[in-house]
């Protein structure tokens, strides 16, 4: 076995009402969505940093600037494809990513399947080697209060 490597990702984004909610890759119907530069996909997010931290190459931010036109509103598989490739150049493949979603409303788990086929597209790996999990915040605090939403990430690379 080559050398495996561990990487945590964590990301935040505001709900704002009436705007679109991306999570996974999915627009899910909801009377708020999450907010941000690009598509705001949370989850995506905190995958993408999980796999960068694995591989020691920064931050999505540092990849992605906010300032950068190129990534205004586009859509996070895109940046995902690009995270793989990165740590593909440093010679290593994507083990597995475990993924958790902390939010209050709406229900995820109906979506889980469809997030899972649009990760392992863009990440070319196996649906069974993407968990996602889902959470509420018990109504307490930002995520309670449906202010926001957060995601956290954790995942193994393997040296080729
Ligand atoms: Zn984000």
């Known amino acids: 076995m080559g050398k495996i490597?561990?990487?945590?990702?964590?990301d935040v984004h505001q709900l704002k009402e009436n705007h679109p909610f991306v999570l996974g890759g999915v627009?899910?119907?909801?009377?708020?969505?999450?907010?941000?530069?690009?598509?705001?996909?949370?989850?995506?997010?905190?995958?993408?940093?999980?796999?960068?931290?694995?591989?020691?190459?920064?931050?999505?931010?540092?990849?992605?600037?906010?300032?950068?036109?190129?990534?205004?509103?586009i859509s996070s598989l895109i940046l995902l494809q690009h995270v793989v490739a990165l740590i593909k150049e440093k010679g290593f493949v994507i083990g597995n990513i475990d993924a958790m979603v902390c939010l209050e409303a709406p229900k995820?788990?109906?979506?889980?399947?469809?997030?899972?086929?649009?990760?392992?597209?863009?990440?070319?790996?196996?649906?069974?080697?993407?968990?996602?999990?889902?959470?509420?915040?018990?109504?307490?605090?930002?995520?309670g209060r449906e202010e926001g939403v957060v995601a956290y990430a954790v995942c193994l690379i393997e040296r080729e």
Request: some cysteine.
């Open 27 to 73: 627009k899910l119907e909801h009377h708020s969505g999450a907010y941000g530069h690009s598509d705001a996909d949370v989850l995506l997010h905190a995958i993408c940093d999980a796999l960068l931290g694995a591989a020691n190459l920064r931050d999505i931010g540092f990849h992605f600037s906010n300032k950068d036109d190129r990534w205004k509103g």
């Open 108 to 143: 995820i788990n109906p979506h889980i399947p469809a997030m899972q086929t649009y990760i392992a597209e863009a990440a070319a790996i196996s649906e069974e080697d993407i968990s996602i999990k889902a959470t509420t915040n018990e109504q307490m605090g930002f995520i």
């Open 5 to 10: 490597k561990v990487g945590f990702g964590f």
